[in-house]
């Protein structure tokens, strides 16, 4: 049988837009030392924008935008969308094959006999080609100004790059305050470069960063914190989240969240406001009072 005390928490967890799928999890909430977010989707909208565009020597601008698109068309990935939308508001997409979704690195695909790459940091890294001179004085700017930097690639070579920026929530602040205010620590975890990461997570006044980590990395930076003895939730919205939500003692499900986001999840935020995270923690205290 469910004790009372639960039942009464987890109607008030209902009315507060909190699907408590695994009561354990609601009740560790308030031992938690750490809560660990995702950045994209989670703290920021995760729906960036295209900013800017840089091509290398010789390269028309628009046509690198229009070949970025093309490579992402089948991409459901939020950069994915600001590049076709700003690509399509500028003129044609042209169409592509063999479309490759590289989890956490970008995208590979084939048009006009082309292969185009679209990707960040681990996607150079991963073909061992670094950033031609003529860009890095353009894509620094950027990223100190917190945009995200995708490299555009054709036939293995860089061809420019794209800015895009994500803004943050305008709740995230207010959530790693409420957080601070009650004695927990908030780190952040992202498969996006360091430079972007630090200006987001200062913006945010969060205690520690974990950038450039690849998704089946997330939940080592769970372990990690939790080898240094904490209990910590974990916050996340994407397919990449799942096995980092499932590693954690608390599993948070945000939002429009992914379907295999929520299943590894043990609490689910029917909204996407961060500050969500708080009610789970001020909720899980008062059921710890009222059982005493
Ligand atoms: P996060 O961990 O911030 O939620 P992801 O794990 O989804 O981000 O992606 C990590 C990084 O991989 C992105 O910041 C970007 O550099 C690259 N990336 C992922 N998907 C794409 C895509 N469709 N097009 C270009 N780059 C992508
Ligand atoms: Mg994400």
Do not use: C
């Not at 450039?212 to 080898?227: C, G, M, S």
């Not at 945000?254 to 935020?269: H, K, M, N, R, W």
């Amino acid at each position: 049988a469910i004790p009372l005390v639960t039942a009464i928490s987890t109607t008030m967890a209902a009315r507060n837009g909190i699907l408590v799928k695994d009561r354990l999890s609601l009740e560790r909430m308030r031992a938690t030392g750490t809560v660990l977010f995702d950045k994209t989707g989670t703290l920021t909208t995760g729906t960036p924008g295209l900013t800017d565009v840089a091509a290398t020597a010789g390269q028309d601008e628009d046509r690198l935008l229009a070949l970025a698109a093309a490579a992402e068309a089948d991409s459901e990935h939020p950069l994915a969308r600001a590049i076709l939308d700003a690509a399509r508001q500028r003129g044609e997409v042209p169409q592509a094959s063999g479309f490759t979704s590289l989890t956490g690195r970008g995208v590979r695909a084939e048009t006009d006999g082309t292969v185009v790459h679209v990707g960040g940091p681990a996607l150079l890294e991963e073909l061992g080609v670094s950033e031609p001179s003529a860009l890095a004085e353009r894509t620094r700017d950027w990223r100190e100004h917190g945009s995200t930097v995708l490299h555009v690639l054709t036939d293995g070579h860089v061809a420019g790059a794209l800015a895009l920026a994500d803004e943050s929530r305008p709740e995230s602040h207010e959530a790693v305050r409420a957080l601070h205010e009650r004695g927990v620590r908030v780190a952040m975890v992202t498969g996006d470069a360091r430079n972007v990461a630090d200006t987001v997570a200062t913006r945010l006044g969060i205690d520690e960063v974990f950038a450039e980590v690849l998704p089946d990395q997330k939940d080592r930076t769970v372990a990690e914190l939790q080898r240094r003895g904490q209990r910590v939730a974990m916050v996340g919205d994407g397919v990449n989240d799942a096995p980092a939500l499932a590693r954690a003692d608390v599993g948070i499900a945000i939002g429009a969240g992914t379907d295999v986001a929520i299943e590894s999840a043990g609490v689910v935020l029917a909204s996407d406001d961060p500050r969500g995270v708080v009610s789970v923690r001020t909720l899980s205290a008062a059921g710890y009072r009222k059982m005493r």
